[in-house]
């Protein structure tokens, strides 16, 4: 039996489609997604109790899917199965969206649940591979190579995604905001006398739109842009 660690958006309700049979579907308070009604609502103080409620319920499989917002730990809450886990809840509020999904997903694992991702089960919700935007990258190799040094080094430090980079010059990188923010801080430095008719610049909202709608949708938020 497989159980959805559901957050916002309609990712989950996507993941739950793909499958043969209805998932558990359980949701931290707060992050409930579209189109799906959970079956379980719990809180980062009670998940002790949920992760051996999934094993009593014979749970197998776990897959994390949608988006949620880190929530304040309420001390007094915290019960008596989650208290060991203290330690590790403190490392998943910490800075860092990987090393707070790796922690919380090391708990399910100590317990025996094999962690899904949700494109093994749902392999269509992935892009295929290749250029998705309207305009193309024209970078020469040295850029590439540049840019793909800046993201390796984000990478091991778990800072962000994704990185800006024209010429020799480093010109943004993806911090806490996400895509979009770094693309519009990137967009709002264009002056009318330097930049604006730079082709470069120009294309920025559009590149900003288009990727956004691509990483929105994927995490679970699929708000209408307009």
């Known amino acids: 039996m497989l159980a959805l660690i559901a957050g916002r958006g309609a990712l989950p309700a996507a993941v739950a489609g793909a499958l043969d ?31 051996a409620d999934l094993v009593a319920r014979e749970v197998t ?18 019960d008596a199965a989650t208290l060991p886990l203290v ?6 509020l910490q800075p860092g969206d990987d090393g707070a999904l790796r922690a919380i997903m090391g708990v399910f ?30 970078a020469s190799p040295a850029e590439t190579a ?26 943004a990188r993806e911090g806490p905001g996400g895509t979009d923010a770094m693309l519009a801080a990137l967009a709002a430095r264009a002056t009318p006398d330097s930049d604006a008719d730079d082709p470069f610049f120009a294309a920025m909202d559009a590149v900003g739109d288009l990727l956004g709608d691509a990483a929105d949708w994927l995490s679970g938020d699929d708000t209408p842009r307009t």
């Open 109 to 138: 694992e100590d317990a025996g649940l094999q962690v899904v991702a949700a494109h093994r089960i749902a392999p269509d919700l992935l892009p295929p591979e290749g250029i998705l935007t309207a305009i193309g990258p024209d």
């Open 87 to 92: 330690p590790v809840l403190q490392r998943a």
């Open 21 to 51: 049979r209805p998932p558990l579907v359980c949701t931290l308070a707060g992050n409930a997604p579209d189109g799906l009604e959970p079956d379980i609502t719990f809180r980062l103080e009670t998940l002790g109790t949920l992760v």
């Open 146 to 171: 540049r840019a793909l040094r800046e993201i390796a080094a984000m990478a091991r430090i778990d800072e962000g995604q994704a990185c800006v980079v024209r010429g020799d010059q480093l010109l």
């Open 61 to 78: 499989q776990v897959c994390f899917c949608g988006a949620v917002s880190r929530p304040a730990v309420d001390l007094a809450l915290i």
